[in-house]
């Protein structure tokens, strides 16, 4: 049986005079030593500790960049440059912030169809899941100003293209925009603050991994099983099984991240940022980075006149644009996952003992992939249909289908403990054989 | 793999003990060494920039210095004096005795060639520039160079001789490349 | 089984992943560049030092009266094997303006090594005017600017064509199937025996094309070396560190029973 001890150095004399003022040993020792973890969690539960350590990663790189960066329309995209070329391991560190942020998006996206799949939102851990969509609200909006920072062709023209957005909202719109620029167009003090901008979000975005660590800390981790720990036999110590088994899963993470900083590091970005910033010609097709893509679909898939014409016959004073339904249903795609907890009422967690959710968890995932692929592609023929289609089935899926099979379905029956399927009901004496499969369940 | 994992499952004695003890100190300062090797990087960008370095070294043009001119050049970052030393001024930075100056040295050892005198024009007392390079320039009390900030008086060999300045003005490494030319740094 | 699943969806990922990237970039009309074989390119690729230098020649003497080079500078070519004379040679060729002189006046001084390539225009207008209109882009970062650029750049150099004949080129427009919309405003800048080589090698318009596409390479991914070496290195620590930390993952989670 796995033990709870305590580490060893919380003996130490030092350690436990400044414990005693200030119980930060012991803290540590309680949230990450003998903090109790489920037993069968597999290596989908890896990505959190691992989007902890990109941004870790993150901030490391950019403030390093920012010692050399230069937050001036003439200066720069020639400064991004210096650093490419003169800065000591220069290139290093921006292919690393470069990519670093196509990564951390890779591993937020799949840390958040975990939770889908094994249904991690669920009481209690709604305000857990809600502070992870803060999270990602954050971090596209700091990706958003960050890719602005070089000055390159799709720097300017995707700030122009999402700030324009806000000019969608009613009557106030066309000021705010203006607020955001500080001019008449994305110029210079637009830049300025941007750069202002991203550098302070990812500290606040520390400040909402603290509360949502926090709050994960008061239940503790969901499993794949999806049914609560029932006492000492399900759960083991957090060190040294799960920070072995998340710094394991760090170096295979840490070698894919190698192959794009080193042999592929313009792989994931699109030529046109390493063209000068030119505010009188716009580049033939504009795209957002890929981690955008989805919700770039969502904005373009609603219908240039369909729900204008809608809203002005039937509210006749409240003129809905097109922009705006699109900017809303954008917004709204995100917003879904805020009430997500309370549209999915079924009481069974994982989808291991949801036998329908389960096919529609991978529709829904082969969705999101279509709405990204059609993201790319040009707003025309048949990509509008397509995106048309895949954008009504991810509302469809979060506000009729959930719903319904909350209703509808017929669960498998649960295990009674997590120790027992774990174990196939053998009891004590299990054999290492046994234990097994379990680690890679 | 299979087998030594057989071996640490199974048997729970000293040798599987010892070798885990071993593997995991192995592991452990191995990702020690990486961490290390990955903060050299994030060190060494604070270093001065290949562009930087690039404009360590500067040739200047001395040609068109008249006799008894100075200019002054920027090297890196700092102002560099270049005189051209009169006759006089050659006499006048020799003929001073060691019991006169601050920070004893004779002229010799300041110039490669005697009628050129170059300087760090950066006052060793704290970091103001001197006056005197410029025509109509005060030149100080021993006609060389003169610190507005604190008072500090140079001669004609850049060497403090009144005023708080610790030290004489510092002599840059520099070579001649040519007659004309000088290479600084 | 999981383990199947596992792959299969990180394979459907992979693979919408990339079709949705390289779709995102292939943009315009044009016809997709023949594939060439460079010294630089796959894990352990380096710069062809020959090349290089026929390359400068090729940028020198053919593309430099239109296309700056802005983001270089002439000490940059110490790094792939000009002396310092060279360079300083190669530098004092250019006027550069002088810091203001006691008269406050700005005067040209010769360039020197630290200085960045001189561009050939003084600003976009002037470029504009001096080429009926048309900007011909800086070359610092072509290869970067452009989806698969090495290969790109090779094709279009080589890629002038008469055009057919229901497609009508205007005066000062040339034909070329690479270049987006077929119509360019550059005159097929290369011909055989355009410029003389230092090392005799016969400068084919191929030979050229070749030689110019590697260093403008360079000029766009001077790191390109030193990356690759560093990632190799940087891969082969972490399969082995990795390699150990499954090996003491295993261990300590054998006993768990």
């Given at each position: 049986m796995a033990q709870f001890q305590k580490p060893g150095w919380l003996e130490n004399g030092l350690v436990r005079w400044v414990d005693h003022r200030l119980p930060i040993f012991t803290f540590v020792s309680h949230e990450l030593y003998e903090y109790p973890t489920p037993r069968n969690l597999n290596y989908w539960w890896n990505f959190g500790s691992l989007a902890g350590i990109i941004l870790v990663i993150m901030i490391v790189t950019g403030i390093t960049l920012a010692m050399h960066y230069t937050p001036h329309t003439a200066m720069a995209f020639d400064s991004v440059e210096r650093i490419m070329r003169d800065v000591n391991y220069g290139w290093l560190i921006r292919y690393i912030h470069m990519n670093g942020a196509s990564m951390f998006f890779i591993i937020v996206y799949i840390h958040m169809f975990r939770g889908l799949y094994f249904g991690s939102y669920k009481a209690p851990r709604e305000i857990l899941w809600m502070l992870g969509v803060v999270i990602l609200l954050l971090m596209m909006a700091t990706a958003f100003m960050g890719y602005v920072l070089p000055w390159g062709q799709m720097s300017f023209w995707g700030a122009t293209v999402i700030t324009n957005l806000f000019s969608a909202i009613p009557l106030v719109g066309d000021y705010i925009v203006t607020l955001l620029w500080g001019g008449f167009a994305v110029d210079n003090p637009t830049l300025a603050r941007f750069f202002s901008l991203h550098y302070l979000m990812p500290f606040v975005i520390v400040g909402v991994v603290v509360m949502h660590i926090w709050a994960l800390h008061v239940h503790g981790s969901n499993n794949p099983i999806g049914i609560d720990t029932k006492g000492e036999q399900d759960v083991i110590p957090f060190h040294p099984y799960y920070t072995v088994k998340d710094m394991f899963g760090l170096g295979v993470f840490l070698v894919f991240f190698s192959l794009f900083i080193f042999f592929a590091p313009d792989y994931l970005g699109h030529p046109d940022n390493y063209i000068e910033a030119n505010p009188l010609s716009t580049p033939a097709h504009i795209v957002p980075e890929w981690y955008f893509l989805p919700f770039y679909a969502i904005l373009r898939a609603v219908p240039a006149n369909f729900i204008g014409e809608w809203s002005t016959a039937w509210m006749g004073f409240i003129l809905i644009e097109a922009k705006l339904a699109g900017v809303l249903a954008m917004f709204g795609s995100i917003a879904v996952l805020f009430v997500l907890p309370w549209l999915d009422r079924s009481p069974v967690r994982s989808s291991r003992f949801r036998p329908m959710y389960k096919w529609f968890f991978w529709i829904f995932l082969i969705d999101c992939l279509v709405l990204g692929y059609v993201g790319a592609k040009p707003a025309e023929g048949v990509y509008i249909a397509?995106?048309?289609?895949?954008?009504?089935?991810?509302?469809?899926?979060?506000?009729?289908?959930?719903?319904?099979?909350?209703?509808?379905?017929?669960?498998?029956?649960?295990?009674?403990?997590?120790?027992?399927?774990?174990?196939?009901?053998?009891?004590?004496?299990?054999?290492?054989?046994?234990?097994?499969?379990?680690?890679?369940? | 793999m299979a087998d030594t994992e057989g071996t640490a499952t199974t048997e729970h004695g000293h040798d599987g003990e010892t070798r885990r003890d071993f593997l995991q100190l192995a592991t452990g300062a191995f990702g020690a060494v990486g961490l290390a090797a990955v903060a050299w990087p994030f060190i060494d960008q604070m270093n001065p920039a290949a562009d930087t370095l690039a404009l360590a070294t500067i040739e200047v043009d001395i040609s068109k210095i008249e006799v008894g001119q100075a200019i002054r050049v920027k090297w890196r970052g700092k102002p560099v004096f270049i005189r051209h030393r009169t006759k006089a001024?050659?006499?006048?930075?020799k003929a001073v005795s060691d019991g006169d100056m601050i920070d004893p040295q004779s002229d010799a050892d300041r110039v490669q060639k005697a009628e050129w005198l170059i300087l760090v024009g950066v006052c060793t007392h704290l970091g103001c520039i001197p006056l005197g390079t410029s025509q109509g320039e005060t030149k100080g009390d021993f006609n060389g160079w003169f610190c507005p900030c604190h008072g500090s008086h140079y001669d004609t060999s850049g060497r403090i001789r009144k005023g708080p300045a610790p030290l004489n003005l510092e002599v840059p490494e520099y070579a001649f490349v040519s007659d004309t030319v000088v290479k600084i740094g | 089984m999981n383990k199947i699943r596992t792959a299969l969806v990180a394979?459907?990922?992979?693979?919408?992943?990339?079709?949705?990237?390289?779709?995102?970039?292939?943009?315009?009309?044009?016809?997709?560049?023949?594939e060439h074989h460079w010294s630089f390119s796959g894990l352990f690729g380096t710069y062809d030092r020959a090349a290089l230098r026929r390359g400068f020649e090729v940028y020198k003497g053919v593309c430099a009266g239109c296309h700056g080079l802005r983001l270089v500078a002439y000490r940059n070519l110490m790094d792939i094997g000009f002396t310092e004379d060279e360079v300083k040679a190669i530098a004092a060729e250019v006027d550069v303006p002088a810091e203001p002189n006691e008269d406050g006046e700005i005067e040209d001084r010769p360039g020197i090594p630290a200085d960045k390539f001189k561009s050939p225009?003084?600003?976009?207008?002037?470029?504009?005017?001096?080429?009926?209109?048309?900007?011909?882009?800086?070359?610092?970062?072509?290869?970067?600017?452009?989806?698969?650029?090495?290969?790109?750049?090779?094709?279009?150099?080589?890629?002038?064509?008469?055009?057919?004949?229901?497609?009508?080129?205007?005066?000062?427009?040339?034909?070329?199937t690479y270049f987006p919309g077929q119509l360019i405003a550059m005159a097929p800048p290369l011909s055989d025996e355009g410029v003389d080589y230092a090392d005799k090698t016969k400068a084919t318009v191929k030979q050229q094309a070749e030689d110019v596409v590697t260093f403008l390479t360079w000029a766009a991914q001077p790191e390109l070396e030193e990356r690759k070496r560093t990632g190799i290195k940087v891969i082969l620590f972490l399969l082995l560190l990795t390699g150990l930390l499954y090996v003491v993952k295993r261990r300590i989670w054998a006993d768990v029973h």
């Open positions: 397509i995106g048309r289609i895949a954008t009504i089935w991810y509302f469809a899926h979060f506000l009729v289908i959930i719903p319904l099979l909350a209703k509808f379905e017929k669960t498998k029956d649960l295990p009674k403990s997590i120790s027992e399927p774990v174990l196939g009901g053998g009891g004590g004496s299990a054999s290492a054989a046994a234990s097994k499969p379990m680690e890679k369940a | 001024e050659i006499d006048s930075a | 394979g459907v990922f992979a693979a919408t992943a990339s079709l949705g990237f390289s779709s995102a970039n292939a943009a315009g009309d044009a016809v997709h560049p023949p225009f003084a600003n976009e207008n002037a470029a504009r005017a001096g080429n009926n209109g048309a900007l011909p882009p800086d070359l610092s970062l072509i290869i970067k600017a452009r989806h698969n650029g090495a290969n790109y750049l090779n094709a279009l150099l080589t890629g002038y064509k008469d055009a057919p004949v229901d497609k009508k080129v205007p005066d000062g427009m040339y034909y070329n």
